[in-house]
């Protein structure tokens, strides 16, 4: 077994993949959990013995809002105001992303909350220098 220090960096395997649009997460030998975005040891069970795995990229939106500041980061400015939500993989883990397919304004976000649970697909945002993770709705 490799130690720490000879492993790839789950950091940069994860933006690596990213920007192939290929979602990287490990799966843990001890628990079978995914833990997305990847790290050294499962988040479920606190197991060393974790492997690479890629994502389906499918999900559910659980819960979507806009900002009503500025962004975060100058980076994206371009697609502001935007929508961002938290998001069940199919795998088990609930993220945080970007939401794509839908406008930042209550009338459109009310619309989606009627239309119950939705599907979504991860996609790749390229905002300047860095890959990040976004998903879109179904239509
Ligand atoms: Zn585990």
Redesign the pocket.
Known sequence: MKTVAEQPSAIRSYYEGLAKGVFCAVT?K????YTFPPTGC?E????WQ?EPAELSGEATLLFATHNISPACHPRFEKIAPYVYGHLRLKEGPIVQAIVLGINANPHDLQQLFERGPVLAKAEMLQMDDLPVLAFRIAG
């Open positions: 843990c001890a628990c079978g959990g499962c479920h069970c606190g197991s974790v």
